[in-house]
């Protein structure tokens, strides 16, 4: 088992940035790939970025790339996602989630955190 923790969300305005955090406690040694998902209402959720643990490689979505930047501190057992730059269209819960390979797909990862709540106004 293993468990997730966001942290990092709130209230901005648009343009400003905004870092999140997830804490990875439980089986880390079977970790091998993180992603940060988003989830605004009426909307399905979508992959904004991925991470190999070994490695460090990133994957990101199109919608963010050139403004988050996603990190994982191994000695912590933390990702963290840097959202620079934010526009209205990035409010929504941020998830992250683990799996074995990183991919686009919410279906590819088998544990989730609760998620937290990004609000960007204008």
């Known amino acids: 088992q293993v468990h997730l923790v966001e942290s990092g969300g709130g209230l901005v305005q648009a343009g400003d940035s905004l870092r999140l955090s997830c804490a990875v406690s439980?089986?880390?040694?079977?970790?091998?790939?993180m992603a940060w998902f988003r989830q605004a209402p009426g909307k399905e959720r979508e992959f904004v970025s991925g991470?190999?643990?070994?490695?460090?490689?990133?994957t990101y979505g199109d919608s963010v790339k050139g403004r988050f930047t996603m990190s994982r501190d191994n000695a912590k057992n933390t990702v963290n996602l840097q959202m620079n730059s934010l526009k209205l269209d990035d409010t929504a819960v941020y998830y992250c989630?683990?799996?074995?390979?990183?991919?686009?797909?919410?279906?590819?990862?088998?544990?989730w955190g609760q998620g937290t709540q990004v609000t960007v106004s204008s």
């Open positions: 989630a683990t799996g074995v390979v990183v991919a686009p797909r919410a279906h590819y990862y088998h544990f």
């Open positions: 439980g089986r880390t040694f079977e970790l091998l790939a």
């Open positions: 991470i190999y643990w070994a490695s460090g490689n990133t």
